[in-house]
C-alpha cells in the first residue's frame, strides 16, 4: 500500500472519529472541512514557526523512510486495518473518555497515557518539554508528575477545541504485551508491600468477595490477594457492573480509543528506548533524552515474570483472559504468549 494511501486512510480515519465526537457534541459536521487541507496543520497549530511534529511525520512520509520511520508507518497501517476489520457499532465518545489524552500545545502533541507504561516518564519528559519543571526529567517526582492538572487533558476542553487538537497535533500512545502489563500491573499494585493503598482500596474487596473463608487481617488490609484471586475479579462479570476497570488493569483500546482517534505514532514498551527517540525527533527536542528504564525492567525479565504468574492458572481461565483482553493483542499486533494453553 503506498504512502499516500495511508495519508488518505489516516485522513479519513481522523475525519471519522472527529465527525463521531462532533456530531455526539452536538456541533456541526461542517466544520471539519479543512482537514484536507494540508495548509490548515501549520495554520491552526499554536506553536508557530516551526514545523509540526504531525508535519515532520508527514514530511518523513514522503521521503525515503529510515527503518524505524517505516516500522511506525506498518505500525499505523496495521492499527487502521485491524479497526475496520474488528469494530463494529461503537458507543459515541464522551468528553470523559478523552481524559487519558494529554494535551502539548506548545509542541502540538497529544499524548494517550497508559498507565504500566512507561507512562510516568512520558509525564516527565513532557512537563520538562513544558518548561514548566526542571528541563532533566530524571529530576521530576513521581508524584509530581501524576499530580492531577499538571498536564492538561483533552477532556478539558471544548469540542471545537478538542477538534482542531485531534486535526493538527501529532497523536502518540505506548502499549505493551497486555499480559506483561496485566502482570506489572498486579506485582506493583496488590503484591509489593508498598502497594497499601490499592490493597485496601482492591485487595480488601477481592478478598470480601472471592475468598470462601478470608481471615480479619487479609479483610483489613487485602495485602495478600493472589493472582488467580485478581484474574477471577477481572473476569466476575459484577467487576465490571460496579463500573469500568481501574485504569492500571484497563484494556488500552477502552483508555485511549485507537479505533476513533487517528494516533500517528503506536510506541512499543518493548522497544521503548528507540520508539521515545522517535518521538522526540519529531518533537525536535534533540536535548531532550527520554529517562532510562531501571535495572531489571528489560523484556526478556517481564516475559518471564508474567510466564511465571500465568503458570499456575487454567486454562480455562487463561482462555478467558485472553477473550477479556484480545483487542488489545490484535490491535497492537501481539501474538498470544506462548505459554498459554489456549485449547
Ligand atoms: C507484527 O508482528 C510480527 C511479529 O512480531 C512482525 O514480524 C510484524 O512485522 C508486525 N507487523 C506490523 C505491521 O507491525
Known sequence: MGRRCWRRRALAAACLGAALLLLLLGVAPRALRPVFDNRAVGSSW????????????????QGRLSDLAEVHRQRRDWLRRTCSRHTRRQHLLQPEDLRHVLVDDAHGLLYCYVPKVACTNWKRVLLALSGRAPSDPRTIPAHEAHAPGRLPSLADFS??????????????????????????????KLQRPWGADFQRRFGTSIVRRLRPRPGPDALTRGHDVRFAE???????????????????WERTHA??????????????FETLAEDAAFV?????????????????AGAAAAHDRAARLFRDISPFYQRRLFGLYKMDFLLFNYSAPSYLRLR
Do not use: I, W
Request: charged fraction near 25%.
Open 46 to 61: 499554536l506553536g508557530g514557526r516551526r514545523r509540526s511534529p504531525l508535519q515532520m511525520l508527514h514530511d518523513l512520509d
Open 230 to 248: 485478581f484474574l477471577a475479579y477481572l473476569l466476575d462479570p459484577r467487576t465490571r457492573r460496579d463500573g469500568p476497570f481501574n485504569e492500571h
Open 159 to 188: 469540542p471545537a477545541e478538542v477538534n482542531r487538537r485531534l486535526r493538527a497535533y501529532l497523536a502518540f500512545l505506548f502499549v505493551r504485551e497486555p499480559f506483561e502489563r496485566l502482570a506489572s500491573a498486579y506485582r506493583n
Open 280 to 296: 522526540l525527533s519529531l518533537v525536535g527536542a534533540p536535548g531532550l533524552r527520554f529517562p532510562e528504564p531501571p535495572p531489571g
Open 255 to 268: 483508555l485511549c480509543h485507537p479505533c476513533r482517534l487517528r494516533y500517528d505514532v503506536v510506541g512499543k
